[in-house]
């Protein structure tokens, strides 16, 4: 069984400023993680995914996240925020390519002119 | 990626009636499932649309209530049956391409009055 804690449902930062988007996971099997983003009144984009492979992913518009094992952790950066990062960001989990995901609970991202 | 269309795109119904979600996508694709996004909330999975047997559900999802059809390898219908107000979500289904990345399609938007 997979689960999946997104830490801080909405999260606030300045524009030019670092994203941080926390996630960790919990998963009795290597998990393959993923973050996705939705914009309002539209559907999930993937924006990065791990399955296995470096442990630093990079993604679409200049985000990338980190693959912690000992930490059970995969945070999602930006270093540079932009107004149109304004979206809400989901961090996902399942037990293999073929498996149905696990969602985190969502974090919401502000960015402040 | 793959394409993945929804009909409706949304949709208001009355209680007790039942709804079909058709979700066609423009490759052929051995896994598809389905999610429901509650308002404001995250995606749960609602069942794996196994091509060709009976779905397979989730816990807290059975088939008399959301049946699923997966008649070939780039389509399927959900069915909400006997619809309550609590049913009012965002339903989207999923492929897995070759990749083994989840692409979503664009929900399907459903108000049960």
Redesign the interface.
């Known amino acids: 069984a997979q689960s999946v804690t997104q830490l801080g449902s909405h999260v606030s930062v300045s524009e030019g400023a670092l994203v941080l988007l926390r996630c960790n996971y919990s998963s009795s099997v290597p998990p393959y993680l993923f973050w996705y983003v939705q914009y309002p009144n539209q559907g999930l984009q993937l924006l990065l995914k791990y399955t296995s492979a470096a442990t630093l992913v990079k993604g679409i518009n200049g985000f990338e996240a980190e693959f912690k094992k000992s930490e059970t952790s995969f945070h999602l950066t930006k270093p540079s925020a932009h107004m149109s990062d304004a979206a809400e960001y989901f961090c996902a989990v399942s037990g293999g390519g073929a498996d149905g995901l696990t969602f985190g609970k969502g974090t919401h991202l502000i960015i402040q002119p | 990626?793959a394409v993945i269309s929804q009909k409706p795109s949304r949709d208001i119904c009355q209680r007790g009636t039942s709804l079909t979600i058709q979700c066609q996508v423009d490759s052929q694709v051995?896994?598809m499932?389905w999610?429901r996004q509650q308002p404001g909330?995250?995606?749960?999975?609602i069942a794996?649309a196994n091509q060709g047997s009976e779905a397979t559900y989730?816990s807290g999802f059975v088939i008399d209530k959301f049946p699923i059809s997966r008649p070939n390898l780039t389509f399927s219908t959900l069915t909400v049956s006997n619809m309550s107000p609590e049913d009012s979500s965002i339903y989207?289904c999923?492929v897995?391409s070759q990749?083994?990345?989840?692409?979503?399609?664009?929900?399907t938007r459903l108000l049960v009055l």
């Open positions: 990626s051995t896994m499932f999610y909330q995250s995606l749960t999975l794996t989730e989207l999923s897995v990749q083994e990345t989840q692409y979503f399609g664009p929900g």
